[in-house]
């Protein structure tokens, strides 16, 4: 790390040494806030969607010949062949499903749900076949599930939670932009949050050296003598994913040092603890790792004053 006397003037370390400690000793269990355990906006753009369709769907509740009566239902009304995935948490609109693996060769029966099919008495069989092997006519027939509004609901709710990982991470880069924000109004900066080598040409006319011309830097600030490139991440719990951050962020310094640009990477996390040793490595390349405690105090705002 490269020490600066910011360190000692605002969180009172003298040395390196110290600055990791505090680095490491400050790590928040958590970052979540409401939204992090269901996008509500979403679920219910999701069931407006398709609400009229399920409450034709309930006319099959607790039906004895299920099977015949959802032909029936489906021929009546084509369109509900469409929602068919949605009521099993299946997001595709094709699925080939293994029927047999047992002799000489695996076996396959495709399934299509695209509003691209023409419904036919053929597809509506399919579909029904389908709903049937999932288990779903079992569970409507026996009335286990009483309304499939509720239900669908539930199921959204569900598959809702898959997005959790990517708003903890947003979490993280809305505490952050705040700072930046307010840093960068403060003294007439400016910046761009997800950016790539083009918009950064476009908006700030610096080139940026990177592997990947796809990746996006969280947030690149513009001062009159160089562009600081601020990545973000947060992480609660352990794994190798930590350690190939660590290296990748110690190359990508570098590379951006090498193109005139200073590079401050943020993270925070107890998933850290798990992972001292990969931080420590990156912190002894990188100029300047803060964590969640150091921007709220000041270190970030004090190092791009410094460094501008």
């Given at each position: 790390m490269k020490y600066n006397s910011i360190f000692s003037e605002i969180i009172k370390c003298g040395s390196s040494e110290q600055v990791f400690d505090y680095l490491v000793n400050n790590l928040k269990e958590s970052i979540l806030k409401w939204d992090y355990f269901v996008n509500w906006e979403k679920v219910n753009c999701n069931f407006r969607d398709i609400e009229i369709s399920l409450n034709l769907l309930n006319y099959l509740i607790g039906?004895?010949?299920?099977?015949?009566?959802?032909?029936?239902?489906?021929?009546?009304?084509h369109d509900l062949v469409y929602i068919v995935p949605s009521l099993i948490a299946y997001r595709d609109k094709s699925v080939k499903i293994l029927t047999e693996y047992k002799f000489e060769q695996f076996q396959?029966?495709?399934f299509y749900f695209d509003k691209k099919e023409k419904i036919t008495d053929e597809v509506i069989e399919k579909v029904v076949f389908f709903l049937k092997e999932t288990g779903f006519l079992q569970q409507i027939s026996s009335q286990k599930i009483k309304?499939?509004?509720?239900?669908?609901?539930?199921?959204?709710?569900?598959?809702?939670?898959?997005?959790?990982?990517?708003?903890?991470?947003?979490?993280?880069?809305?505490?952050?932009?705040?700072?930046?924000?307010?840093?960068?109004?403060?003294?007439?900066?400016?910046?761009?949050?997800?950016?790539?080598?083009?918009?950064?040409?476009?908006?700030?006319?610096?080139?940026?050296?990177?592997?990947?011309?796809?990746?996006?830097?969280?947030?690149?600030?513009?001062?009159?003598?160089?562009?600081?490139?601020i990545e973000t991440n947060f992480y609660r719990g352990g794994g190798s994913k930590l350690k190939a951050t660590a290296g990748e962020y110690s190359d990508i310094f570098t590379q951006w040092q090498n193109d005139g640009h200073q590079f401050i990477w943020v993270t925070d996390g107890v998933g850290w603890l798990t992972a001292k040793k990969p931080l420590q490595d990156a912190f002894n390349k990188i100029d300047y790792i803060l964590n969640l405690s150091m921007v709220q105090v000041g270190v970030l705002e004090a190092l791009i004053l410094d460094g501008y």
């Open positions: 039906k004895e010949n299920v099977e015949q009566e959802a032909k029936y239902l489906f021929k009546k009304h396959y029966q495709e309304s499939l509004t509720d239900y669908f609901l539930g199921v959204e709710v569900g598959l809702d939670t898959n997005g959790r990982k990517n708003r903890s991470g947003t979490a993280m880069e809305e505490i952050i932009e705040y700072f930046i924000n307010s840093l960068c109004q403060r003294h007439n900066f400016q910046y761009i949050s997800q950016a790539n080598t083009d918009k950064i040409k476009k908006k700030f006319n610096k080139h940026l050296t990177v592997k990947n011309s796809s990746k996006k830097i969280d947030f690149v600030i513009n001062t009159p003598h160089r562009l600081f490139l």
